[in-house]
């Protein structure tokens, strides 16, 4: 959907794609390279995360269950259901989570599967063995790059928009505080789901006030040249680091590299730990991560040359399991001229937004037709 929509504005000669793709894992004691075969960090084979020394010979042992356990079917279920059930908890942590988590924000065991890992549940649902049933898939073409982003950053694609939009007459105001909800033929509402509830009240703006939401923290620092190896890290929740993953910015997309220097953007904060809420001076949190940071890369003792810190408080939605009906009760409950669309409902990032924002686009032109 994002890449469709980059066609559309005319931006594909300024699309990039990530020079590498490949990630590691912090697991006992050690930055481990993240196996071939995985889905959202769930194993097709288990070969190759053997290999890996990801998790203990117990915890492979575990894993390999899978092809004999039976069926069990759950209505909505957590990542941490399925996964755990079906693999042990060394999968769950030291694979799934990380992955899952660090791109919600998130916890496993409070996230739904239909949600978040909608391939995943699918399969799931219509097979025994997730195993057996991950291994038949198609293999995944590596020469086709799953990222994409813009030459000059993402910022790029809401300008372009934006220049699309009023070319064609709309009209845009930015900075105008919305108190009450205008009377219109349709309105469409991307705030945070605890900001939409306060414009709309009633039982919708009653379920909207249940969607929890987890701050992150993110820490760009820049350091004298040293090697990195592929895209970055996560580190599992059970680790007890601040850090939740770090990127090598510079490595993955090379365009960006500083002279000389390397970038490294560390995470921090998923839901339930809001640890680096409490380190409010920035540079206190940037001596933080790069302690941790050092466990994990050899930076040759270097300290960051510049550094700069961005807090997202309340910024990730949590798909806690029965969001789905949760969503169809918000629309439900609804007046019929408003609309609620973003990362809140239907899955988080921008690719997920913009396929809601043509869905919810369609609904409004049919409903004012």
């Not at 739904?112 to 890992?117: D, G, K, L, T």
């Not at 399991?321 to 439900?332: F, N």
Request: aromatic share 4%; net charge neutral; glycine share 8%.
């Amino acid at each position: 959907w994002a890449a469709q929509l980059v066609s559309e504005l005319g931006l594909d000669t300024e699309a990039v794609h990530p020079a590498t793709g490949s990630a590691s894992i912090w697991s006992r004691g050690k930055l481990r390279p993240l196996p071939d075969g995985l889905v959202l960090g769930v194993p097709g084979r288990l070969l190759p995360v053997a290999r890996s020394g990801i998790l203990t010979p117990l915890g492979m042992a575990r894993a390999g269950l899978d092809v004999v356990l039976p069926k069990r079917a759950t209505d909505d279920p957590s990542v941490a259901e399925v996964i755990a059930g079906r693999f042990g908890r060394e999968v769950l942590e030291k694979l799934v989570d990380p992955l899952v988590s660090g791109i919600n924000a998130g916890r496993a065991d409070r996230l739904s599967i239909e949600v978040v890992a909608p391939d995943v549940a699918a399969v799931a649902r219509d097979n025994r063995s997730l195993l057996l049933a991950l291994r038949k898939r198609p293999p995944v073409d590596r020469t086709k790059p799953v990222f994409l982003s813009l030459a000059d950053g993402l910022q790029r694609l809401v300008e372009r928009l934006d220049e699309a939009l009023r070319a064609r007459g709309v009209e845009i105001v930015t900075g105008a505080r919305v108190t009450e909800l205008p009377d219109a033929d349709a309105v469409v509402l991307t705030v945070p789901a605890f900001t939409a509830a306060d414009l709309v009240g009633g039982k919708a703006g009653d379920e909207l006030r249940t969607i929890e939401y987890a701050s992150v923290s993110l820490a760009t620092m820049t350091y004298p040249a040293v090697p990195l190896e592929g895209s970055g890290f996560l580190v599992p929740r059970s680790e007890g680091w601040l850090m939740t993953a770090g990127t090598f910015v510079s490595t993955k997309w090379p365009a960006r590299r500083p002279d000389g220097r390397v970038m490294i953007r560390c995470s921090a904060g998923r839901f339930g730990d809001d640890r680096h809420l409490d380190i409010a001076d920035d540079a206190a949190l940037v001596d933080r991560l790069h302690g941790e940071l050092s466990r994990a890369v050899d930076l040759r003792g270097a300290r960051p040359i510049e550094w700069r810190v961005d807090r997202w408080p309340r910024s990730f939605p949590q798909s806690e399991p029965g969001h789905l009906a949760r969503v169809a009760r918000i629309e439900d409950a609804l007046p019929g001229n408003v609309f609620v669309a973003g990362a809140a409902y239907r899955g988080v990032g921008i690719a997920s937004c913009i396929r809601q924002a043509r869905e919810i686009a369609a609904r409004v032109d049919a409903a004012t037709r």
